[in-house]
């Protein structure tokens, strides 16, 4: 028993390194990409600071954001598939 809490523990620890690694480069490369666009003439009514904040803002509230909790429901919903499968044989 204590084997299994210890690979669900390891388990949490690599998918949650692996949701923060991916959160931080997906939110550096949406805030690259609108310094770019501000450097372009997007918005220019704007400054570069207030354009970048108004578009991490929407970033924030985005699907792809909230698609990245997809990192810990995946693996969960098949590791208990295939329990599932190997409890019914």
Do not use: C, Q
């Amino acid at each position: 028993m204590f084997l299994v809490v210890m690979r669900i523990a390891m388990l949490m620890a690599v998918l949650t390194a692996i949701y923060i690694a991916l959160g931080w480069y997906m939110r550096w490369d949406r805030r690259r990409r609108l310094e770019s666009e501000h450097a372009g003439g997007a918005d220019a009514a704007l400054s570069r600071e207030d354009y970048v904040t108004k578009g991490l803002a929407a970033y924030d509230r985005s699907w792809e954001r909230k698609a990245l909790v997809g990192i810990f429901i995946l693996p969960i919903l098949v590791a208990l598939g295939v329990a599932l499968l190997a409890y019914l044989n």
